[in-house]
């Protein structure tokens, strides 16, 4: 088992990194994705974070 890890501050940019990702991926089975939103404060300012976690197995 084997596990991809994105991170971004954009829900757009997170589904173009993905995106890539699977584009790429060849003789391995996913497992499971996992996806998250974080949100947090900064001063006025509202801070998002985007991540996914791809869960597959490498043959």
Do not use: G, R, T, W
């Not at 589904?15 to 990702?21: D, I, T």
């Not at 790429?24 to 991540?51: G, H, L, P, R, W």
């Amino acid at each position: 088992m084997k596990v991809k890890v994105f991170d971004e501050m954009h829900e757009k940019d997170l589904e173009n990194s993905v995106n890539s990702f699977l584009e790429n991926f060849e003789d391995s089975d996913i497992v499971d994705i996992k996806y998250q939103v974080s949100i947090s404060m900064f001063a006025e300012e509202q801070i998002y974070c985007f991540s996914a976690m791809i869960i597959y197995k490498d043959n």
